[in-house]
């Protein structure tokens, strides 16, 4: 067990909907970060957020947002949804940002769209 | 920029033999280099990290992985392979005068026969 945590654990919706995907991190993580895992892509890096504030865009579309709460919890905002948003999401928390600090995942959320 | 790059999506092996997973980096400075597991319906744990104090890193499960600056390479290896071994592997590159966020390689599936 990482200490992450992610809601939903299973998601699924139907196209040119919306979800929330929540995120709390590990005690004492100031940092979330948000990856999409699927099958063509891989494993890719959407964004990163430091004690609330947004530090680094990856790969995110527009009709995707994120934002970290003042308790440092971080919830995936994905709206407009497409065949093609159907994959794995995790988030991940470190201490601080940093190329030396390891993540610690949690578990992801599947999210399936019909 | 930095990149990985992880050799055969699938490795196969029979328990008891020597597991070697290989990965390939490109970074234009020095990089900090990771191995994560991924077990089924988990989250990515880290097995180990090289940060430039030893070239030879051990990290949990048995695991290790050499740093080869010459070949630019960072190859996992366990001298007997366990059923428990069985999950997908992912290398991550970092680096301090380069990117924080790491940029993982596609994941090689490690199958253990018995």
């Known amino acids: ?114 | 920029a930095q990149s990985v790059t992880q050799l055969g999506s699938h490795v196969s092996v029979s328990e008891g033999a020597l597991v070697l997973l290989r990965c390939n980096y490109s970074s234009s400075v020095p990089p900090y280099l990771f191995w994560y597991v991924q077990y089924p319906n988990q989250g990515l744990q880290l097995l180990l990290k090289y940060t430039s104090a030893a070239t030879l890193v051990k990290g949990i499960n048995g695991f290790e992985a050499e740093f080869k600056k010459s070949e630019t390479s960072f190859h996992l290896t366990k001298p007997s392979a366990h059923m428990s071994d069985a999950a997908e592997y992912f290398c991550a590159v970092s680096a301090a005068g380069g990117s924080y966020i790491p940029t993982f390689g596609r994941g090689t599936s490690l199958i253990v026969h018995p």
């Open chain 1, 1 to 114: 067990d990482s200490g992450v945590t992610q809601t939903p654990k299973h998601l699924i919706t139907a196209t040119g909907q919306r979800v929330t995907l929540r995120c709390s991190p590990r005690s004492g993580d100031l940092s979330v970060y948000w990856y999409q895992q699927s099958l063509d892509q891989g494993l890719q890096f959407l964004i990163h957020y430091y004690n609330g504030e947004e530090r680094a865009k990856g790969n995110i579309l527009e009709r995707f947002s994120a934002q970290q709460f003042p308790d440092l919890h971080s919830e995936l905002n994905l709206s407009s949804l497409e065949l093609g948003d159907s994959a794995l999401y995790f988030c991940a928390s470190s201490a601080v940002p940093g190329a030396l600090n390891e993540q610690y995942f949690g578990p992801g959320t599947r999210l399936t769209v019909t």
